[in-house]
Every structure is written in structure tokens, then in C-alpha cells.
């Protein structure tokens, strides 16, 4: 079988298995979970042959027509190069993962068998956008996470708090989107292709007439699809679905899917430097501002939300500085690490009964009971604090590096503004994201307090995943010098420099954090107490939703709890109140955006039943009043009719005389 039919059958095979699944749901019931896990696997397998067949050497381009336009053709078309290979497999081992992990999260679920379909098809449209070479079928996978995104979010529809956070990220999404389409339309307007390979060689040779215009546009859709400032606001809400839905959106599709296109057309971008400013610019106030609200969070799915956040900031970065092998490295190992957090958070929230970090510092031996998402999650934060040897260290360093090279002149792809900019910024969040680290390994596993609850051997369908993921957690930053080729040949090794200087200020970082945490815990035997699910013997999907529930009763938001004994508080002092709402942005958007549409949308109401169906009532009153006056001389009696006949008659020849006179006369 070639490269290229097997390219095409890692997106059809999870497809498949979603249409299947939906169709036997009900009617065959043993079926769904293998057709949930399998079709996924089998593409993950076929992810992991192309990659190899591809070999980092020149990209593998086919393409058929599908229509004819009469003007911009649409061609089905794949382009396989090292990027797209590589970010297919990670897609299929992450989905993989999940769909094993869920058989066990939601294996009394009645809504499984949609659920499953739903995270196939969602696993399918991101591996279309991978591996497609046409904008316009890569818009359709875009688009297809994004309905998937509204359904998987509100899973547990029967709480407010998934109904809400659907909603929201299903219209932020689609406020990024529109500008979106008008620049994918602007884009092959001025290049007359849709193809990423002949916009590609427009660019090259100078063929694009609006690029700071064009890449502005397109900007504002990857914002929104990869969560960055300021459309980053529904990703914190999403952490309503269920664990591995946060999960798969996280580690490997729909937050990915923006970095992965800038990736892709990253020379359109590096045409402006104007606009390489700016995607600096809203990298760095992401990264900083999502540290700062990770280090206040109570909720433990919030704190890693906000670190997605932060993290896509420093690919945004090194896309930035125009480094999109940087960009690409972290964001694979990123997927890694970032899928072992939120499946391990999945089983200490159905360990402890509870998401609240504030109750978990008062449950003792919750590491003892947990042992598999301990040190799972543990390696994984360590990772994510960019400590050696490990791959987030690796792939933060490419970043740091790029953004050195580009401050210090010596690369000129980007402005020396945009690496000046990423290289503060990355160090700033360095520490922040060291901080909030030790702060959630402190609170989840060093907690004081009655013993957590005894659940038993948690399944193997959950535990066994995390130590899949671990492997690349640990060891793919290590493979820096095997896999060059797939990386445009660019050396991603890091240097002394950044890596003494990143490496210090986060070891400060989480020193301090640690350092807070000890001058606080003395604290703890003061409330909070509250926010424990109440039925900790039960599934772990069941168990989430009730401890989203409890977290809001008891604490009046699912954010925050006004606890005493944490670190975060001492460290952010009067600007934690502040940061756990995300700086108000929700707030400013209502100010600003909600309540005047909500306004605007009364009045056209009003105009629409109060003046528009007035007249049209008017219109009908009238012709309902003459009908009723006809209505009341039709008496049925036959000497009436003859009367007014008569009269008639009578009216008409006088009439008839009195004009035949005035004419006469004239």
C-alpha cells in the first residue's frame, strides 16, 4: 500500500468508527467500546507508518480535484511532511489513550456510545486538518472540532456549569472563526490557490498583495481555536467536560490545531513583520497573565487549563520569532506531558471525592492510595516546569534559544522587538509556571489531614495509559538529534545560556512556592472543609460531576475557596483576587460585548412586535373590519336584497341624468 492511500486512511479509520458507532449504540451495545478503541488504535499504527516512511525527508504531496469552481479551485489533497507526520502520531497515541482511558471513566455512562462517537470524529477532523494540503478541507476539519468541542464539553448537560462553558466555547470559537474564513478567502485571492504548497511558492516569489492584512485576520482565528489572549477565556470553563475530554483537547487536537496551522503557513505570517509583532505581543501577555491565574486557581482541571494556556504562549512564541520547529517540538512534547496531567488528575479526583486543591491539603496518604498517578504526575510536572532531562525542559529550551537568536540579531526572520519581547516573557512564565507546579503537587499529594478515602486498585484502564505517556513525558526530549530531519534540519539542542537562566529562575521559582507553602501550613486547620463529593464508591465520570457540583455549593464559585493555608495567596498577595477570576475578563466582555448585544437584541424584539407586526396586524384588521361590514348587509332575506337593488338602480340613473345634463350644458 502506498504512503500517501495509508495517509488517507489514518482520518477515514476513526471516521468509521464514529459513524458506526453511533448507528450500533443502541441496537448492539457489546460493540462500541471496540469500535471506539480500535479504529483509533489501527490509526495511531498507520500515524506511527507514514511517519516512518516519510523519514523527515521531502514532504509527500497528492491531491484530486473535488469540484470545479469556475474560479479558485478545491482540491483534496494531502501534504505529508516532517511536522504533519509527526503531529499525526502524536494525535493517534493521545486518542488512543483517552478512548482506553474512558472505557473505565465512563463505563456506566448511558451517554457512552456518543460520547465515544463524538471523540472519534473529533480525533478524525484533527487529523484531517494535519494532514491536508488544501485550506478549504483543511476548514472543514477546523471546523468539524469545533461542533464536537460544543457536544463533548457539555456532556454533563444536566449541570450549569457544562451547559455554560459548551456555549461559550462554541461562540468564542466561532468570533475567531469569522475573521478566520474572510482570511483563508483574502489568502487564495491573492495567491489564486487554495493549496498550501502553491501559496507557499506565491510567497516565496512575492505574490501576496495584503500579508499584514491577511495574517491579522487569520490571527484572530488561531487566538481563539488555541486559546490565546484575549479569546483564551473559554478554555478555563471547558474543564466542565468530562477529564479526558480536557484531555484530548488539550494535549493533541483542537487548542493544537491553531499553533499547527501558524506552523504550516508560517511564511504568510513572516511576510509582516507587523503582525509577527503582535502574535509576540499576545504571546507574552498570555503566558504571563495565565501563570499568574494558574497560581490562583482551586480547582486542580482549572490550574492545568490555565498552564495549556500558557504553554500554547510559548509556541505562539517561537512561532513569533519564526522558529516553527521550535514551535512544533514543544508542542508535541507538551501533548505528551499535558495528556499524562489531566488523565492522572481524573484519578485523584475520583480518589479524593473532590477537583478542590484546598481539600485535598487536608486529606492525608492521597499519594499512597494513587501510587500510578503520583508518579505519573509528579514526572509530568516536572516536565512542565522545564526540569532536566526531561521533554518539557527540551522543547522549552528550543523556544528560549530561537527567541535569543532573533533579540540578538542573529536570525532576521522576525523583528528583534518580537524576540526581545518572547525572551522576558519565557523567563517571566518560567517561573510562574514553576510556582504553580510545586503549588499543585504540594496541595494534591502533601496534604495533612484525615486519611483520603480507600477506593481500591483503580482500573487498569486508567493507570496504564499514564505510564504509556510517561515514556515520551521522560524521553522525547532526548531524541533532539535523531529527529533533525523532521524539523527542517534546524538543530533544536539547547544552549548554556537559556538553559542555566531558564533552569535557575525555575528552580526559584518552585523554591519560593515551597518555601510559602511551609509558612502557610499552619494553617490548614482552618476552613475550608466542604466541596467532597458525596458518592466516592462510584464511577469516576459520576464522581467529577458531583465534586463540580459541591465546589460551587460550597464555595460560591468553581474557581476559587477562600482558603487560609494557600500558597498562592501568600505569593500573589492582593493581586490573587484578581487572578482566580482571570483578571475580570469575563466581566469585560459582558461589559462590553454581552450586554450591549443582549440590548441591542431586546430592542430589535421590541421593534419587531411592537412596530414591524403592528402594521402587519393593521393590515389585517382593516380587511377583517370591511368584511364585517359586508358581512352584516348578506341578512339572507331576499325583499332586502331587492330594496338595495332597486336603490341602487335608482342612485345610479339619477346619476346617469345629472352628468348627461352637466356635459350637455358645457
Known amino acids: 500500500m502506498t504512503t500517501t492511500t495509508l495517509a488517507a486512511l489514518v482520518p477515514l479509520l476513526p471516521f468509521l468508527g464514529a459513524a458506526a458507532g453511533l448507528l450500533l449504540g443502541r441496537t448492539a ?37 473535488l469540484t470545479p469552481t469556475g474560479s479558485v479551485p478545491i482540491d483534496l489533497a494531502l501534504h505529508l511532511d516532517g511536522f504533519a507526520v509527526l503531529v499525526a502520531v502524536l494525535a493517534g497515541l493521545v486518542a488512543t489513550c483517552v478512548q482506553v482511558y474512558s472505557t473505565a471513566y465512563l463505563k456506566d455512562d448511558v451517554r457512552y456510545p456518543s460520547y465515544a462517537a463524538l471523540v472519534s470524529l473529533f480525533t478524525s477532523a484533527m487529523l484531517l486538518v494535519v494532514y491536508s494540503g488544501d485550506l478549504m478541507v483543511l476548514l472543514v476539519g477546523w471546523e468539524i472540532m ?29 468570533l475567531g472563526d469569522v475573521p478566520f474564513l474572510i482570511g483563508l478567502f483574502a489568502l487564495a485571492a491573492d495567491t489564486g490557490t487554495f493549496r498550501i504548497t502553491g501559496i507557499l511558492a506565491a510567497v516565496t516569489n512575492g505574490g501576496l498583495d495584503h500579508p499584514t492584512l491577511i495574517a ?19 478554555l478555563p470553563d471547558a474543564m466542565a467536560g468530562p477529564t479526558p475530554v480536557s484531555a484530548l483537547i488539550h494535549a493533541a487536537t483542537m487548542v493544537a490545531a491553531g499553533i499547527y496551522f501558524v506552523a504550516r503557513l508560517l511564511p504568510v505570517f513572516a511576510a509582516s ?20 491565574a494558574a497560581l490562583a486557581q482551586d480547582d486542580i482541571k482549572r490550574v492545568l487549563a490555565y498552564s495549556t494556556i500558557g504553554q500554547l504562549g510559548y509556541m505562539s512564541g517561537a512561532l513569533a520569532v519564526g522558529d516553527r520547529g521550535a514551535a512544533v517540538f514543544h508542542l508535541l512534547s507538551h501533548g505528551a506531558f499535558k ?14 471525592g473532590t477537583n478542590s486543591l484546598a481539600a485535598m491539603s487536608r486529606m492525608g496518604g492521597l499519594d499512597k492510595r494513587i501510587p500510578d498517578a503520583y508518579w505519573t504526575m509528579t514526572v509530568a510536572l516536572l516536565a512542565l516546569a522545564a ?83 510517561a515514556v515520551p513525558t521522560i524521553a522525547f526530549g532526548l531524541t533532539t538529534g535523531v529527529l533533525t530531519d523532521w524539523f527542517d534540519g534546524h538543530s533544536l539542542t539547547p544552549s548554556l545560556t537559556t538553559a542555566v537562566l531558564s533552569t535557575g529562575v525555575g528552580l526559584v521559582g518552585g523554591l519560593v512556592t515551597y518555601g510559602a507553602w511551609r509558612h502557610t501550613t499552619a494553617l490548614a486547620d482552618r476552613p475550608p472543609v466542604g466541596a467532597v463529593a458525596a458518592h466516592p464508591d462510584a464511577e469516576p465520570a459520576l464522581v467529577e460531576a458531583e465534586a463540580m457540583t459541591s465546589h460551587t455549593a460550597a464555595y460560591g464559585t468553581i474557581a476559587d475557596a477562600q482558603d487560609p493555608s494557600d500558597p498562592g495567596r501568600l505569593l500573589l498577595g492582593p493581586l490573587h483576587r484578581h487572578a482566580v477570576t482571570g483578571f475580570h475578563l469575563d466581566a469585560v466582555y459582558t461589559t462590553l ?27 389585517g384588521s382593516i380587511a377583517r373590519g370591511l368584511g364585517t361590514l359586508i358581512r352584516r348587509a348578506q341578512t339572507g332575506n331576499v325583499q332586502t336584497y331587492l330594496g ?23
Open 273 to 292: 513583520g507587523a503582525a509577527l509583532v503582535v502574535l509576540a505581543v499576545m504571546a507574552a501577555v498570555t503566558m504571563i497573565g495565565s501563570g499568574l
Open 339 to 352: 495528556a499524562v496531567l489531566f488523565l492522572a488528575a481524573g484519578v485523584v479526583i475520583h480518589a479524593a
Open 216 to 234: 491579522l485576520l487569520l490571527l484572530a482565528g488561531v487566538a481563539g481555536k488555541s486559546a490565546q489572549f484575549p479569546l483564551h477565556t473559554w
Open 387 to 469: 526540569i532536566p532531562p526531561f521533554a518539557g525542559f527540551f522543547s522549552k529550551e528550543a523556544v528560549l534559544v530561537a527567541a535569543e537568536h532573533t533579540a540578538f540579531g542573529d536570525r532576521d526572520v522576525a523583528p528583534t522587538a518580537a524576540g526581545w519581547t518572547i525572551l522576558v516573557a519565557g523567563l517571566a512564565a518560567a517561573v510562574l509556571t514553576a510556582a504553580y507546579a510545586t503549588r499543585l503537587w504540594l496541595l494534591a499529594f502533601r496534604g495533612r489531614g484525615t486519611e483520603a478515602p480507600d477506593h481500591g486498585k483503580q482500573p487498569a484502564a486508567m493507570t496504564s495509559v499514564l505510564w504509556v505517556l
Open 644 to 666: 338595495a337593488l332597486l336603490a341602487g338602480t335608482l342612485v345610479l340613473a339619477i346619476a346617469a341624468v345629472v352628468f348627461a345634463n352637466v356635459y350637455a350644458g358645457a
Open 29 to 65: 451495545p457489546g460493540f462500541v467500546r471496540p469500535l471506539a478503541v480500535l479504529p483509533t488504535l489501527l490509526a495511531a499504527v498507520l500515524a506511527v507508518v507514514v511517519a516512518a516512511r516519510q523519514g523527515g525527508g521531502r514532504p509527500i504531496d497528492a491531491a484530486t480535484q
Open 146 to 174: 469545533g461542533i464536537c468541542s460544543y457536544f463533548l464539553v457539555g456532556h454533563y448537560w444536566e449541570t450549569p456549569e457544562a451547559r455554560a462553558a459548551s456555549l461559550k466555547a462554541f461562540l468564542v470559537t466561532k
Open 593 to 619: 460585548f454581552v450586554r450591549p448585544v443582549g440590548a441591542a437584541a431586546r430592542l430589535v424584539r421590541f421593534l419587531d412586535r411592537e412596530v414591524v407586526d403592528t402594521y402587519v396586524h393593521g393590515a
